[in-house]
């Protein structure tokens, strides 16, 4: 991928980024309902992630919706421990304290809402590039 290329990409998924993240802070301050704040923003918390990772690793998106629904699978696992009381506040609040397993299956939502970002993304650029598909 040209120089760039990979600047415009890295652009668009930081707009991507900022936009979501202020989406989610939105819902954070103001949504206070039982189906945005609970379920859509744990969807969009993984769609943001990935964002946000696809700024770094630009060049590499296949299987990345993958380790970014595994990190979110991992910090929901980490709440059935209480670790959240042992660090500083900023970390807790981002490891969060309560599980639920309703967030498990929302951050696979978000996770195949990316993948099918990557997938789309993908064939669209094989396309334009004229390489055929090997599947």
């Not at 969009?44 to 990772?53: D, E, F, K, M, R």
């Not at 910090?75 to 900023?90: A, C, K, N, R, Y």
Request: proline letters at 2%; hydrophobic letters at 55%; one cysteine or more.
């Amino acid at each position: 991928m040209s120089g760039r290329r990979a600047i415009r990409k890295r652009l668009l998924y930081a707009a991507a980024f900022a936009v979501l993240l202020g989406v989610e802070v939105l819902i954070a301050l103001f949504v206070h309902d039982s189906f945005v704040r609970p379920y859509l923003g744990d969807v969009l918390a993984v769609v943001t992630v990935y964002c946000g990772a696809r700024i770094v690793f630009v060049n590499k998106p296949r299987f990345l919706s993958v380790w970014v629904t595994a990190l979110a699978f991992a910090v929901e696992l980490i709440q059935l421990t209480d670790i959240s009381d042992h660090v500083g506040s900023v970390l807790a609040v981002i490891l969060g304290s309560t599980f639920d397993f309703k967030d498990l299956i929302c951050y696979a939502v978000g996770g195949a809402v990316a993948a099918a970002w990557d997938i789309l993304k993908y064939r669209t650029e094989e396309k334009n590039s004229g390489i055929k598909p090997t599947h």
